[in-house]
């Protein structure tokens, strides 16, 4: 899957550091308001095409599999992000308001490239029907419901692809061995998922504002149990229909994704504390300081650019001569 990135000719560049040294009260988000990263829909295009092998996370199924089993459902999902939002548009303040259509942006550009994966995942044999019936099923379910229920089921879906995203960030090993392109698209995804991670909760704190704190509690920890439940099962079912596809057991799948998730240095494992984290009373996404791990994914991106324009090959073929007065005064 061939992957190219351009940049809107109105692209502002995110700002990652405010008040650094600001100290604030613990009732209070570590990272205040007006500290916390623009929100910024970078202009990413991935081009259609085939994968340059099936298994593209070091040629291992089980790995392979959790990362596409998450491609599969995010275009609907994206969507249904999107939708819950938007009835919330100009019910909030002028500056969330801004931040909820640049979250509607950026959700957008997700749906759209991953659909761009997916395509390319068919191309490479493998059938995603039975995934995408499931992540279907899961938005019928909310049809009906209420722009409230829409809203808190949002929250907490954010709460988890932002958890993800940030240990994607914090630890690069987890998409060691994966060609620039693929690790690009993931990065960028990582980077803006993390970027707006605290607005469906900024939305939904507003929404609730006249609640009760002990009824706000106990409805967002429902709904966050409940979402747990159902992305867990749905993902390791997204994952072990994958990898029957790739001619491996049911038994072997569910032992396999397991160990790969949850064992040492696993993303289900290393995410439980985050994830328990939205349990505290007073919680709040920007409670934990992501600005460094954006700031660190954007030079990684930056840096897969430089290499695809040929910048890194022309640095590498300079003479040495030309460094060697710098390294001597240094």
């Avoid at 059938?127 to 419901?145: N, S």
């Avoid at 867990?232 to 994952?239: A, D, P, T, V």
């Avoid at 954007?298 to 910048?311: M, N, Q, V």
Wanted: proline fraction near 5%; charge should be neutral; charged fraction near 20%.
């Amino acid at each position: 899957m061939a992957l190219t990135s351009s940049v809107k000719p109105n692209f502002i560049a995110p700002v990652y550091f405010g008040r650094m040294d600001a100290t604030q009260p613990s009732s209070l988000p570590a990272v205040p308001a007006d500290a916390r990263p623009s929100i910024v829909a970078r202009g990413f295009r991935a081009n259609q095409g085939a994968l340059s092998q099936r298994h593209w996370v070091r040629n291992d199924p089980c790995f392979t599999a959790f990362f596409n089993a998450l491609s599969a459902v995010f275009p609907h999902g994206e969507t249904f992000m999107i939708k819950s939002l938007m009835p919330w548009v100009d019910r909030v303040p002028a500056g969330l308001k801004a931040q909820v259509e640049a979250f509607i942006e950026q959700e957008a550009g997700h749906a759209r490239e991953h659909g761009a994966m997916n395509k390319a995942l068919v191309g490479a044999g493998y059938d995603i029907e039975p995934l995408d019936r499931k992540i279907r099923g899961f938005v019928a379910f909310f049809q009906d419901a209420s722009d409230m229920v829409k809203l808190t089921a949002t929250m907490c879906i954010e709460h988890f692809t932002a958890i993800i995203a940030a240990e994607l960030l914090e630890n690069r090993y987890h998409l060691d061995g994966v060609e620039d392109e693929m690790r690009e698209l993931w990065l960028w995804h990582a980077v803006e998922e993390v970027e707006h991670k605290g607005v469906a909760y900024d939305v939904w704190k507003h929404a609730t504002k006249d609640w009760n704190p002990v009824k706000r509690y106990l409805w967002r920890s429902f709904f966050m149990l409940a979402v747990t439940t159902s992305f867990f099962i749905n993902r390791s079912l997204g994952q072990i229909e994958l990898l029957r596809q790739d001619g491996y057991g049911p038994l072997w799948s569910l032992k396999n994704i397991m160990q790969a998730g949850f064992g040492s240095g696993g993303i289900g494992r290393n995410v439980l504390g985050p994830w328990a984290a939205f349990f505290r009373p007073g919680f709040h996404p920007w409670d934990k300081d992501d600005r460094l791990l954006l700031a660190g994914g954007e030079a990684d991106l930056a840096g897969i650019a430089a290499k695809r324009a040929g910048y890194g090959k022309a640095l590498a073929a300079e003479p040495q001569t030309n460094i060697g007065p710098m390294t001597a005064a240094a």
